[in-house]
Nanobody
Framework: QVQLVESGGGLVQPGESLRLSCVAS?????????MSWVRQAPGKGLEWVSG????????SYTDSVRGRFTISRDNAKNTLYLQMNSLKPEDTAVYYC????????????WGQGTQVTVSS
């Protein structure tokens, strides 16, 4: 059984920061897979946010978060991170970690999601 468990979401004011974590467990060779963060805002579809290669050397971001968000991973801890700074109301969404495939909707491994709400 594979589990991806996100944590770290919450309610913050614009301009504040959050750090999301995603811990992988079970029959999931975390250090062999590229991983990503994906979000879904209320009433909208899935939006790929960021991805990182298995070894961490290749990183990509969607334009709307580049310069504000930082993805990282610790393969020894089977953990994926997303540091989110300068948060905006439009960042409000449920954030999921997922195995990075293209297109992302075809990923076969997803977490349950963590809610991020940015509001004053």
């Amino acid at each position: 059984q594979v589990q991806l468990v996100e944590s770290g979401g919450g309610l913050v004011q614009p301009g504040e920061s959050l750090r999301l974590s995603c811990v992988a467990s079970g029959l999931f060779a975390f250090n062999n897979y590229a991983m990503s963060w994906v979000r879904q805002a209320p009433g909208k579809g899935l939006e790929w946010v960021s991805g990182i290669s298995s070894g961490g050397s290749r990183i990509s971001y969607t334009d709307s978060v580049r310069g504000r968000f930082t993805i990282s991973r610790d393969n020894a801890k089977n953990t994926l991170y997303l540091q989110m700074n300068s948060l905006k109301p439009e960042d409000t969404a449920v954030y999921y970690c997922a195995k990075w495939v293209v297109p992302i909707r075809r990923s076969d491994y997803w977490g349950q999601g963590t809610q991020v709400t940015v509001s004053s």
